[in-house]
């Protein structure tokens, strides 16, 4: 009689080791209530909105006149300061997540797979533009620095904290144009990320690159209204809660009421449109089958 009890024996295998490992992290970080321990939408969303409020508040510009000091006569770094505009500025939105715009990723690497041929440009498919970015690299790097000891994994968390946000920032800044009007036309892959009239975004990852899409935006000149922080927007600020309790204003304008409802009524024409062929075939299949009953019985 074949024994009810389950073999452990498995866990003799040195290879196995590793992949428990994993699964011990995940639960150690999850508990039972969270699903997706790496939240990669929240933590990719929080890093172009970080990007975002830094060229708003203008301190990439305050930084920048202090580097550019004494490199002012060499390009490109004269043309940067001359003409890179690097902030503040006064209508920037803030970034939500668009599952549509998730989907057209992940539908582009399933054709073109990460097309590294095309790094570093801009990347084009269906009305969207898009483009390379951080893989979930940083977020198995916080799950791995969960078994770290204290001691070290505080001194480590700010390192990569500082390196990541620097990472972000260099690679959106030189992706930007630095020579304006812009030609009508002309896309600039990771530097479309500074268009402040932009609000919706959404990517498709792995561990090394993650390919992010946009929807294409009217022809502007810049990037942005130069100006103080959201002293321009459309709608009205974000606000934050300080330490005291009160609430402050930040440096981005939110998204226009009703982006969520038109966000469902395209995921909605979309399914409609994919289903078109299911629902031709269901009807076909009764007209097929009594047709087939009729040929045997003939």
């Known amino acids: 009689m074949a024994s009810s009890r389950i073999n452990f024996n498995f866990l003799a295998n040195k290879k196995c080791l590793p992949t428990l490992l994993i699964i011990f992290m995940l639960v150690g970080e ?54 890179g505009p ?46 390379h970015w951080v893989g979930d690299i940083f ?21 990569k904290e500082l390196i990541e946000t620097l990472v972000i920032l260099l690679w959106l800044l030189f992706a930007m144009p630095v020579r304006y009007p812009v030609k009508e036309g002309d896309h600039f892959g990771a530097g479309e990320l500074a268009t402040s009239i932009r609000y919706e975004i959404g990517c498709y990852s792995n561990i090394a690159l993650s390919i992010c899409f946009m929807k294409k935006a009217p022809y502007q000149p810049r990037p942005f209204l130069e100006g103080a922080a959201c002293s321009s927007c459309p709608t009205h600020c974000e606000f934050f809660m300080d330490e005291d309790g009160e609430e402050v204003e930040g440096e981005l304008c939110v998204p226009p009421d009703g982006y969520y409802n038109d966000q469902k009524a395209e995921a909605a024409a979309s399914e409609n449109i994919s ?24």
Not at 32 to 55: C, G, H, M, V, Y
Not at 91 to 101: F, I, P, S, T
Not at 139 to 159: A, R, T
Request: aromatic letters at 14%.
């Open 30 to 83: 999850t508990g039972t209530a969270k699903l997706n321990p790496f939240k990669f939408r929240e933590k990719t969303l929080e890093q172009f909105n970080s990007a975002r409020r830094i060229i708003a508040s203008g301190d990439v510009s305050k930084i920048l006149e202090v580097l550019l000091f004494a490199l002012d006569k060499v390009e490109p770094f004269k043309t940067f300061k001359e003409n």
């Open 139 to 159: 977020d198995y790097i916080s799950l791995i620095m969960k078994v770290v000891p204290e001691q070290l994994s505080s001194g480590m968390n700010k390192w």
């Open 86 to 131: 690097f902030g503040p500025a006064a209508d920037m939105y803030k970034l939500v997540w668009n599952r549509q715009l998730e989907q057209a990723g992940y539908d582009y690497v399933e054709e073109h797979g990460q097309d590294f041929k095309n790094f570093g440009k801009t990347l084009y498919y269906k009305d969207y533009i898009g483009f």
């Open 275 to 298: 289903s078109i062929g299911d629902i031709v075939g269901v009807s076909i299949l009764p007209i097929a089958i009594l047709l087939m009953i009729w040929w045997i019985r003939r």
